[in-house]
């Protein structure tokens, strides 16, 4: 079997915050409401170790609702690329590019199974700080309309930012490309 074609019907957790449980609401107010203040409380004391590119995207880029075009994936210079439409009627629309840089510990088969040719739109994202063995890396986790969990361990990364309109906000099958 192609395990490619094959969908596990219990993908792996990779959440700590936003689980699917919460996206779905199956937790009362009063749960979902602490869990949003535990994940505000952490990113409040992690906020000085960010960069500024993280600190934007925890603080003043609201990813929810983003749909992914295009995941970008360079092997040879460790770099990924998410691309995509996000924003509201509220906020207005852009394009936004995330390039995550030095990558490490990415599951390109899951990848492929689950954005491949695929609508994917941003549920949330949890950003994590990890000290591991005097080196410092960080983690950007997502939970997708699919119930997918997607991660990115990462050293650096920039964004890109473009003005768009809300005709370009619609759903597109996922591609990815590679170099």
Do not use: Q
């Amino acid at each position: 079997m192609d395990k490619r074609k094959w969908v596990d019907p219990a993908p792996s957790r990779i959440m700590k915050y936003f689980t699917r449980e919460w996206c779905w609401s199956e937790l009362s107010d009063k749960v979902i409401n602490n869990i949003s203040k535990d994940y505000e409380r952490y990113i409040n004391s992690i906020y000085i170790a960010l960069p500024f590119t993280l600190k934007m995207i925890a603080k003043k880029i609201n990813l929810h609702d983003g749909i992914i075009s295009t995941i970008s994936i360079s092997f040879s210079e460790e770099n990924l690329v998410l691309s995509g439409i996000f924003g509201d009627l509220e906020v207005g629309y852009f394009k936004l590019e995330i390039c995550y840089e030095s990558i490490f510990d990415f599951d390109l088969d899951h990848t492929i199974l689950f954005f491949s040719e695929k609508e994917i739109e941003i549920l949330r994202d949890e950003l994590e700080v990890v000290s591991n063995f005097n080196s410092e890396f960080f983690v950007h986790k997502f939970i997708f309309s699919n119930k997918s969990e997607f991660k990115i361990c990462f050293r650096d990364c920039y964004l890109t930012i473009e003005n768009a309109t809300s005709k370009d906000y619609k759903k597109t099958p996922c591609t990815i490309n590679f170099s």
